[in-house]
């Protein structure tokens, strides 16, 4: 079955930079776009872009672009997501998507909380 | 870009009955692009409704989709009490490609 394994929540100084990792298994990993998501909490969910693993492609939400980049590693199925000049409003969950039939989401991550706190 | 407003924001009902919600698109789309979602507390969301009107795999026929142009439906013919939690409508937009989501709707027990 699909799942995607992300890495562990991270606390973060306003500022500094980042790196959400997504393992991916269950499918072929160069077949499906992967995107992020985030959600703040008790808030609701904004999407941030996506990369195909297959040309490592990128297409960024326009509010995120030049604090985004998104890369994979295909010898080990995992896309990463890095968020720069961290701000406090960044303080939220993240979750990798799996890209389904051009335009839905039909496999999440379990989502890594980044907190943004002096 | 293309905003999505979703009503209620909160529906109090109780088990076995019938939830309607209602995802309003600023401009009009196409029923291909318009998909809904369940998230309950501390999950992931998980997709219930893709082209405006098809259940996804898993999915309970009391779930239904409906709706065309700009006005979308999601609908819960019999409240169980797994069901109480947050729906997102959400959108794809080409050129450049987007995805864009509804603010939520929380359906709470009565």
């Known amino acids: 079955q699909v799942q995607l394994v992300q890495s562990g929540a991270e606390v973060k100084k306003p500022g500094a930079s980042v790196k959400v990792s997504c393992k991916a298994s269950g499918y072929t990993f160069t077949g499906y776009y992967m995107h992020w998501v985030r959600q703040a909490p008790g808030q609701g969910l904004e999407w941030m872009g996506r990369?195909?693993?297959?040309?490592?492609?990128?297409n960024y939400a326009q509010k995120f672009q030049g604090r985004v980049t998104m890369t994979r590693d295909t010898s080990i199925s995992t896309a990463y997501m890095e968020l720069s000049r961290l701000r406090s409003d960044d303080t939220a969950v993240y979750y990798c998507?799996?890209?389904?039939?051009?335009?839905?989401?039909?496999?999440w991550g379990q989502g890594t909380l980044v907190t943004v706190s002096s | 870009e293309i905003v999505l407003t979703q009503s209620p924001g909160t529906l109090s009902l109780s088990p076995g009955e019938r939830a309607t919600l209602s995802c309003r698109a600023s401009q009009s789309v196409s029923s291909s692009y318009l998909a809904w979602y369940q998230q309950k507390p501390g999950q992931a969301p998980r997709l219930l409704i893709y082209g405006a009107s098809s259940r996804a795999t898993g999915i309970p026929d009391r779930f239904s989709g409906s709706g065309s142009g700009t006005d979308f439906t999601l609908t819960i013919s019999r409240l169980e009490p797994e069901d109480f939690a947050v729906y997102y409508c959400?959108?794809?937009?080409?050129?450049?490609?987007?995805?864009?989501f509804g603010q939520g709707t929380k359906v709470e027990i009565k």
């Open positions: 998507v799996r890209e389904w039939g051009y335009y839905y989401f039909d496999s």
């Open positions: 990369i195909n693993p297959n040309s490592g492609g990128t």
């Open positions: 959400q959108h794809y937009g080409s050129s450049p490609p987007t995805w864009t």
